[in-house]
């Protein structure tokens, strides 16, 4: 998103979590429950999910942000604005192509991506595209010698048909699933107590150089690749799938369009919260939080023909999610748990 004016992207967590920003609007959160202010839509269904929001950008023809409020272009609503990610769909009549990619690097890293596609006979098109993300760590843990924190094994796949049941109807289906195992971003803690005892002033956000100490008299580590992790299990890790449905029809007039999606995925995030060097006993504070998150979508659109004087756009949408999560919040191991929760979300708009 480089050069786009008023559009941060960051990745609060793991690689699959991402959050958008449009003019200052944004929410940084992990939670399954988190809903975005910038929706995030892949192939024009809406990520509803932030565990998988980012999980599936690759091999992508385009990209659409619409900024503000929005409900009237399609589907779901949002306050702060929308990012299309649109794939490279299969076309029949453009043959057999493809290509891949390889990244190697530090750290273990090791990433590749790929796709192919070809024609099936006249009327119809497959595309099939993976990618596989994976190092070893970028942070070296000082709690447990010889530990790197960070790891990542993310293997993605979506594969799509296109049919042209005539000269003004056509089938989009989108099959898309994979997995995420690895490890959660660590957190770097910051002493806040001053050399005479008194409030921090000094903590350069740049370069986390400080005089001041933690409870247990310990500086700020100013080496960003080295953090305090008490755990050997530290994870983040995402299993998810997804497909849907889209048809096209040329009515003449106006252009129909029906897409029909189904979304689930299974998430597990266990981490250190404190990061503190004061963590002898490689324990202090932990958070533990699994989900599962299901969802349908349908959504209707008439469109008019773009070379009229007149140009016009209405359609309805209607979603249904449920989320199942259990929280708990480990102090010295002494598990405070949460409990579980349910959470429902059923809407239903148009839009013109």
């Not at 910038?38 to 900024?67: C, H, K, W």
């Not at 790197?148 to 796949?157: E, L, S």
Request: hydrophobic letters at 35%; proline letters at 3%; glycine letters at 12%.
């Amino acid at each position: 998103f480089d050069g786009v004016p008023n559009v941060t992207f960051q990745q609060t967590a793991a690689a699959g979590q991402v959050q958008l920003s449009f003019r200052g609007i944004s929410y940084s959160t992990f939670s399954p429950v988190g809903v975005q202010p910038v929706m995030v839509y892949q192939d024009e269904v809406a990520q509803s999910s932030p565990q998988t929001s980012g999980l599936f950008i690759f091999d992508n023809e385009r990209i659409e942000i619409v900024r503000g409020p929005q409900n009237t272009l399609y589907g779901r609503n949002s306050t702060g604005g929308a990012v299309n990610f649109i794939s490279r769909r299969p076309r029949a009549g453009d043959g057999t192509n493809g290509y891949a990619d390889a990244t190697i690097g530090n750290a273990g890293t090791f990433n590749l991506e790929g796709a192919a596609g070809f024609d099936i006979g006249e009327s119809a098109a497959f595309r099939i595209s993976v990618q596989s993300l994976n190092n070893s760590g970028y942070w070296k843990n000082l709690h447990i010698p010889g530990d790197r924190v960070g790891n990542t094994h993310q293997h993605m796949a979506r594969a799509q048909l296109s049919i042209d049941s005539s000269d003004t109807a056509k089938w989009l289906f989108n099959v898309h699933g994979g997995t995420r195992k690895g490890e959660q971003r660590p957190y770097k803690s910051h002493g806040m107590v001053g050399p005479g005892g008194g409030a921090c002033t000094s903590i350069n956000l740049d370069t986390f150089e400080t005089n001041c100490v933690d409870a247990g008299g310990y500086a700020t580590n100013p080496n960003t690749d080295e953090v305090y992790v008490g755990m050997k299990n530290n994870r983040n890790d995402v299993n998810a799938f997804g497909g849907s449905a889209r048809y096209d029809l040329d009515a003449g007039t106006f252009d129909f369009l029906s897409i029909s999606a189904h979304e689930r995925n299974q998430s597990d995030l266990w981490e250190d919260d404190d990061g503190i060097e004061l963590d002898s006993t490689n324990f202090f504070v932990y958070f533990r939080q699994k989900a599962k998150t299901e969802q349908w979508s349908q959504e209707f659109r008439l469109t008019s023909k773009t070379d009229r004087r007149l140009r016009w756009i209405t359609g309805a949408y209607g979603f249904v999610e449920k989320v199942d999560y259990q929280t708990a919040i480990p102090i010295l191991m002494l598990f405070s748990d949460a409990g579980k929760a349910q959470q429902k979300t059923r809407m239903a708009s148009i839009f013109g």
